[in-house]
């Protein structure tokens, strides 16, 4: 059965991550635009981040120009992300989360669990929580703040660890 532990991505700064390192770990992947409507709730997924990453919790960052409302390089990406909302989770190079050039993580998260367009995703920060186990668990809406999806959060924390 494949997991979120059986990708690999790149980080906005260049280098390869094997999603395998995250293993244990509740994740919550979200796809992220800096010039959308919704960056702000970059705000709200830092404060998640750090009041839960002791507990387990990752947040993923995955920049996407899909709906052409981000910038076209990782560098202004990161100055905005940083400067403008303090993010300290792990953000990743652009993708595509819809298409023939969607990125094999998105195209797992999708076909996992499905939205109010069947696959495809909605618009940004359409966010997925995925469990110790590397198993999607939920799928979010972009409109669904990180404080509504605090309790689900939580939930999938106090879930037994997988040995």
């Given at each position: 059965?494949?997991?979120?532990?059986?990708?690999?991505?790149?980080?906005?700064?260049?280098e390869?991550?094997?999603l395998?390192d995250f293993e244990?770990?509740?994740v919550?992947v979200?796809n992220?635009?800096?010039?959308?409507?919704l960056a702000?709730?970059?705000e709200g997924?830092?404060?998640?981040?750090?009041?839960?990453?002791?507990?387990?919790?990752?947040?993923?960052g995955f920049?996407?120009d899909t709906?052409?409302?981000e910038?076209?390089s990782a560098d202004q990406?990161?100055e905005?992300c940083?400067?403008?909302?303090?993010v300290?989770?792990?953000m990743?190079?652009p993708i595509?989360v819809?298409?023939?050039?969607?990125?094999?993580?998105?195209?797992?998260?999708?076909?996992e669990?499905?939205?109010?367009?069947?696959g495809?995703?909605?618009?940004?920060?359409?966010?997925f929580?995925v469990?110790r186990d590397g198993r999607?668990?939920?799928?979010?809406a972009p409109?669904?703040?990180p404080?509504?999806?605090?309790?689900q959060?939580?939930?999938?924390?106090a879930?037994?660890?997988?040995?």
């Amino acid at each position: 059965m494949t997991t979120l532990s059986d990708f690999q991505a790149e980080a906005l700064t260049g280098e390869q991550v094997d999603l395998k390192d995250f293993e244990g770990k509740v994740v919550l992947v979200v796809n992220t635009a800096s010039q959308c409507g919704l960056a702000p709730q970059f705000e709200g997924l830092e404060q998640l981040y750090r009041e839960l990453q002791d507990e387990g919790l990752v947040v993923l960052g995955f920049p996407s120009d899909t709906f052409k409302q981000e910038h076209d390089s990782a560098d202004q990406i990161a100055e905005v992300c940083q400067k403008n909302y303090g993010v300290s989770f792990p953000m990743f190079a652009p993708i595509e989360v819809n298409g023939p050039s969607t990125h094999p993580v998105f195209q797992w998260l999708k076909d996992e669990k499905k939205g109010m367009l069947g696959g495809a995703i909605k618009w940004n920060f359409t966010k997925f929580l995925v469990g110790r186990d590397g198993r999607v668990i939920e799928r979010f809406a972009p409109t669904t703040t990180p404080d509504e999806l605090r309790p689900q959060v939580e939930q999938a924390l106090a879930a037994p660890s997988v040995e």
